[in-house]
């Protein structure tokens, strides 16, 4: 037999071993630069990075298809996060390393900022993530999260030139600041959220869908100090109505927004018990399970 037959040979065997449809051997896209609708899409990339789609990069386990979302969604708009290369490690906010790129429980890398200071933890990834989702669609007027104290703090009020004054759990708003709507003062926004924001906030939100119902762009919480907090990034379903997801995090210190596994047969969840087990915290029962 030739050496390219045995090489065939070889890799739909592996195929068939690691689980990938009909045997068929899963194309991992190579990085490549960000285009130009994806730009506009994500406006923090820059036109140097590296990126594949999520999801292109992480296909369903054999059996599963992804469940339906709607155009324009916020589950949509996730499953075309970008991701770093293969093998990039999570970084903190310092450019220390906390994950090397071939750690178990990590499937991949989110190209998204983390910021200089301390702030975009677990539940600030997930806030930031569904502000520039609301940023990308011109629905700006509804930028807006509460803080634990339960205060409103909307990305209007603050590029009118609002600012929060925070006196212990007292939270008013005066003018003190200049009339700005650019990116740069969206990310300063974000920030303020970040600082007073948190995993009992998130908690807090008053959608909490069924576990039947779980969808793209929900997430779960754990509240507390400190809590955690894990987004739903995607979900399939075999023919059987089992269910998977990807689920993602951020974490402390603030560092890179990463895309979980389960281990050597990750990167998807199973979705069929009475908890979502996740490696870094102590599993998420339904009653965690929250949407904007």
Known sequence: MRKTSHRLLLLVSLAVLLGFPGGAVADSPEPRPPTKEERARYPWLSAERSIRPLAEALAPPSGYTRVAVEDGSFGAWLRGLPLRPPGTPVQDFGGQDILAGDHAALAAVAELDVGSANLQQCADSIIRLHAEWQW???????????????????????????????????????????????????????????????????????QRPKRDDVRPGDFF????????????????????????????????????????????????????????????????????????
């Open 221 to 292: 919480v754990l509240g507390g100090s400190p809590g955690h907090a894990v987004l739903v990034l995607d979900v399939a379903r075999n023919a059987k109505g089992e269910r998977v997801a990807l689920l993602g995090q951020g974490f402390i210190p603030a560092q890179d927004f990463h895309v979980l596994s389960p281990g050597e047969d990750g990167p998807w969840f199973p979705l069929e018990g009475d908890e979502v087990a996740t490696p870094f915290w102590k599993p998420f029962p339904w009653s965690s399970l929250r949407r904007f």
């Open 136 to 206: 990308s669609r011109g629905q700006k007027e509804r930028i807006g999260y509460r803080f634990t104290s339960g205060d409103l703090a909307s990305w209007s009020r603050y590029a009118a030139g609002e600012r929060a004054r925070v006196s212990g759990s007292k939270v008013s708003w005066v003018k003190s600041g200049p009339v700005d709507g650019s990116r740069a003062s969206f990310r300063a926004y974000l920030d303020l959220v970040f600082t007073y924001a948190g995993t009992l906030s998130l908690a807090a939100e008053r």
